[in-house]
């Protein structure tokens, strides 16, 4: 079973950016589909970006934020710029059962990491 590792959360002005990155170990990565979700306080986990043999966004974030895989690290990163205080979150990883593709539904994904908290004030 991979495990997820995610870091590079914190605290940031609108405006600002933030790189997370998404560890993976136990497990080869590369030939699944991985993907970043959020999830407020209140509110549902949702999908964020995804990225299979192509990178696929939310609306929200597209234009913005990128997401991008390094198969020799095993590891795939989350860079956000132009943040809003409506990005503020827990932001999770997760690994797809395959190569699923554009998938954003959370029942595609059978892994997860355990969230980095992501602040930005206004």
């Known amino acids: 079973q991979v495990q997820l590792v995610e870091s590079g959360g914190g605290l940031v002005q609108a405006g600002g950016s933030l790189r997370l990155s998404c560890a993976a170990s136990?497990?080869?990565?590369?030939?699944?589909?991985m993907a970043w979700f959020r999830q407020s306080p209140g509110k549902e986990r949702e999908f964020v970006a995804g990225?299979?043999?192509?990178?696929y966004y939310a609306d929200s974030v597209k234009g913005r934020f990128t997401i991008s895989r390094d198969n020799a690290k095993n590891t795939v990163y989350l860079q956000m710029n132009s943040l809003k205080p409506d990005d503020t979150g827990a932001y999770y990883c997760?690994?797809?059962?395959?190569?699923?593709?554009?998938?954003?539904?959370?029942?595609?994904?059978?892994?997860w990491g355990q969230g980095t908290q992501v602040t930005v004030s206004s």
């Open positions: 990225f299979s043999w192509r990178a």
């Open positions: 136990g497990g080869i990565i590369s030939d699944y589909t």
């Open positions: 997760a690994k797809a059962s395959g190569a699923l593709g554009s998938a954003t539904s959370l029942s595609a994904f059978g892994s």
